[in-house]
């Protein structure tokens, strides 16, 4: 049901969520419990990771032991870096659900909120028409 | 050579005067799907008939080329122009070197223009990807949809653990929607449907291609009122008819709630971007104050009029480009 993708991201939250560094044959005795799971899916799944730069690994002994890069943390606030201030090229193709908005319009929909909390302004009923009143 | 002429001005006829009908029936946002529609047949059509302008002045120039050397030399030289300098190599030369520099200019910008466009997709892909990593699915049913966060085609919907409010989508195959903790802090159940479904419906609706696309020319055609305006109407547009979507799917007052609190929750700093201020309330307003039937109407008739000529006319343009320059000739 999941896809190869889903696979990439259960593994880095379980690299996360670990705190340290991992071989394949951990991970893969977790997976084992929750769902059937090929050994060298866990395996190739951790390499792409690796060639990606989401884990970095080192020898010990005859395996490999991984380690995230930078945290869960340091992903998200990059993400929404990126997200919010990427530049024209990402803003054009990212569709926020509401624009950023200056001080000004933030105080106006506030002045909004407030009268519709306080009920004088049913939904669905102009402003203009409350203004009359 | 009249009859690219006659093309060339109706193109700027076009490009000058239909940007202020268009802005005027589609400023209140009524049939907000027809105006989109509106502004991206405007933009086509005058790249259609530039196009069929300069196909015409091409092919008038290639199969005139004597006259045109002769006609272009006796513009400037006056009576100096003899046969023997306009035939001569060292007129042809340069004027051929024109035509090819003209070409050349063209075809680089057309180059940019995609390799800019690749450039946007390749960045956006790495954002999805990253996303689809870091972010945890949304539990199964939060969305108020009963589904498991998962649409066909919308692909999946992930939360960033962020205390800042934010809500966008990723196109891309596949597509992602992006939440933040933060976001579901001040969204109920209905205002989250409401949320999802504008940002499907930007999926769906292949407003990321539209608004990226139209932003292209504006680059392309300094200057010119339909592509230095029509972009932001498109990406204006398009919030519209995401916000039409979430409206029917979810109601107005969990689409107002949610514009409320996802607006006013964000008290980010962003100097840069306010520029749209103003943006927000007006969708709040248009919401809280939606059109008549008649008004929908009439608007509606409007743009499907406009849409319908220009359509037309383009194709009248191009289907008789042709036949009216061997006649004009």
């Known amino acids: ?133 | 050579m009249s009859a690219a002429l006659l093309v060339f001005g109706y193109t700027l006829a076009v490009a000058w005067s239909v940007p202020v009908l268009l802005s005027r029936l589609t400023r209140q946002g009524i049939s907000a799907r027809l105006g989109l529609a509106a502004w991206l047949t405007a933009m086509a059509s005058v790249l259609a008939s530039a196009g069929a302008a300069v196909a015409l002045l091409a092919g008038a120039a290639i199969a005139g080329w004597p006259r045109l050397a002769e006609a272009v030399c006796r513009s400037v030289a006056g009576r100096a122009c003899t046969p023997v300098v306009y035939r001569s190599a060292a007129f042809e030369v340069p004027l051929g070197a024109a035509a090819a520099i003209a070409t050349l200019t063209a075809a680089v910008l057309a180059w940019r223009y995609g390799r800019a466009m690749r450039k946007a997709g390749r960045r956006t892909r790495a954002h999805a990807e990253a996303a689809r990593i870091t972010g945890r699915r949304l539990p199964a049913g939060g969305d108020g949809d009963g589904g498991t966060g998962r649409q066909a085609g919308s692909g999946a919907t992930v939360v960033l653990d962020v205390p800042q409010p934010a809500a966008y989508c990723v196109p891309g195959r596949p597509a992602a929607i992006v939440l933040t903790s933060g976001a579901l802090a001040v969204l109920d159940r209905a205002q989250l449907g409401a949320v999802l479904a504008h940002e499907r419906a930007h999926l769906a609706g292949r407003h990321h291609l539209l608004i990226s696309l139209s932003r292209g020319l504006t680059t392309s055609f300094p200057g010119v009122p339909v592509f230095t305006r029509g972009p932001a109407e498109v990406a204006r547009l398009a919030e519209l008819c995401a916000d039409d979507a979430a409206a029917r799917r979810s109601g107005r007052p969990a689409l107002i709630a949610a514009l409320l609190a996802m607006g006013t929750g964000a008290a980010v700093p962003a100097p840069a971007l306010a520029v749209t201020s103003g943006a927000v309330t007006a969708r709040v307003r248009r919401l809280l104050d939606p059109p008549r039937r008649g008004r929908h109407a009439r608007y509606g008739l409007a743009l499907i009029t406009v849409i319908l000529l220009l359509a037309a006319m383009s194709g009248l343009v191009i289907a008789f480009a042709g036949p009216l320059a061997a006649a004009l000739a």
């Not at chain 1, 032991?65 to 054009?92: F, H, I, K, N, V």
């Not at chain 1, 908005?101 to 909004?112: H, I, K």
Request: proline fraction near 2%; charged fraction near 30%.
């Open chain 1, 1 to 133: 049901m999941r896809g190869f993708g889903d696979l990439e991201s259960v593994i880095m939250h379980m690299v996360w969520d670990h705190g340290c560094a991992v071989t394949v044959r951990e991970l893969f005795d977790e997976l084992r419990d929750e769902r059937s799971i090929a050994y060298t899916t866990v395996m190739s799944t951790m390499d792409n990771l690796h060639r990606k730069g989401w884990l970095a690994r080192e020898k010990d002994g005859k395996a490999y032991r991984y380690t995230a890069t930078a945290s869960r943390e340091e992903y998200s606030a990059r993400l929404m870096r990126e997200a919010l201030d990427g530049g024209g090229d990402t803003e054009a193709v990212l569709s926020h659900f509401v624009a950023q908005m200056g001080g000004a319009e933030s105080e106006v929909l506030r002045t909004v909120v407030g009268r519709l909390t306080r009920g004088d302004a049913p939904l669905g009923r102009p402003p203009a028409r409350e203004a009359r009143k």
